[in-house]
């Protein structure tokens, strides 16, 4: 409620008792020779009754009015520690800046925080997400940047087999060496749509994070054209180096929405699209 909703500001109209300075002539007034009326008792009592009404009502909007604020689902960074992780707390803006520096274009410096930990945790859903994962050069540094270092070196052999195996590359349209075929457009997209903090130890994380991803090959002729899926990541960070990195992680589909009744853009809508629409440094 605000203060011109409850009328608050009406209390302006009852300033209290008179100051007797003026004087006013009534015609049936019982007064003296100047026709000064005299004073009521009930009168003066009921302009204080009103005038004691009218602050009620003023500091009651006042509170009212200062609790809109409260209300919502943000929530300060100085309280991000003090919060207990299973809470149920929706992903909202803070207010705090995002992190600007960039290792091999993916965001670092992450504070030591809850926060910290869920804005690391949804930026590199987008980097393990997007295309650099097909391409030898770009997938090692995507992961040095992203894991810990001891995990980025047991990772890289893994992932090297999964991303070189024609087979695999085969099924989605790509050419050996992970790259399109002339004349399409290979899109490997992340967008997350939240994260949840499941746990929180100070120097380890867990953290969820859900997203929508587009994925497939956009040109005239494609037999896999770009659709979109949900997936859920669950990520657990650890402090290391003074940053966030990544340990390990799982994924599970969904949830997924329904459907929304939209006509699927062309091929070359969809290819205009991509390369014409960069990504985000996601915080929390």
């Given at each position: 409620?605000?203060?011109?909703?409850?009328?608050?500001?009406?209390g302006d109209s009852h300033r209290g008792p008179e100051t007797g300075q003026t004087r006013t002539r009534l015609p049936?007034?019982?007064?003296?020779?100047?026709?000064?009326?005299?004073?009521?008792?009930?009168?003066?009592s009921s302009r204080n009754l009103i005038t004691i009404v009218g602050v009620?009502?003023?500091l009651l909007a006042a509170i009212a009015f200062a609790n809109r604020g409260g209300s919502g689902n943000s929530?300060?960074?100085?309280?991000?520690?003090?919060?207990?992780?299973?809470?149920?707390?929706?992903?909202?803006?803070?207010?705090?800046?995002?992190?600007?520096?960039?290792?091999?274009?993916?965001?670092?410096?992450?504070?030591?925080?809850?926060?910290g930990a869920e804005s690391a945790a949804a930026n590199y859903a987008v980097a393990l997400s997007s295309g650099g994962m097909y391409k030898s050069a770009q997938r090692d540094a995507i992961v040095g940047a992203v894991y810990t270092p001891s995990a980025a070196t047991a990772r890289k052999e893994s992932l090297r087999k999964v991303?070189?195996?024609?087979?695999?590359l085969g099924r989605?349209?790509?050419?050996?060496?992970?790259?399109?075929?002339?004349?399409?457009?290979?899109?490997?997209?992340?967008?997350?749509?939240?994260?949840?903090?499941?746990?929180f130890e100070g120097t380890t994380a867990t953290v969820a994070v859900w997203y929508s991803s587009l994925f497939g090959l956009a040109g005239q002729g494609s037999q896999n054209p770009v659709a979109e899926s949900w997936y859920t990541s669950t990520m657990q960070l650890q402090w290391v180096n003074g940053d966030w990195k990544l340990a390990d992680f799982t994924q599970k589909?969904?949830?997924?929405?329904?459907?929304?009744?939209?006509?699927?853009?062309?091929?070359?809508?969809?290819?205009k699209a991509v390369q014409g629409f960069g990504g985000f440094t996601y915080a929390r």
């Open positions: 409620m605000s203060l011109s909703d409850d009328g608050g500001y009406g049936d007034s019982d007064g003296d020779g100047y026709g000064t009326a005299r004073r009521s008792r009930t009168g003066l009620i009502v003023l929530e300060s960074p100085s309280d991000d520690s003090a919060k207990d992780a299973g809470a149920a707390r929706p992903t909202a803006p803070t207010g705090t800046k995002p992190v600007t520096g960039k290792n091999d274009g993916i965001a670092k410096g992450f504070p030591k925080t809850q926060q991303y070189t195996d024609p087979k695999f989605i349209g790509l050419k050996a060496d992970g790259s399109a075929p002339s004349g399409m457009t290979f899109v490997s997209r992340a967008n997350p749509a939240g994260t949840k903090l499941e746990k589909a969904g949830p997924a929405p329904v459907g929304g009744d939209q006509t699927a853009a062309s091929a070359k809508d969809m290819s």
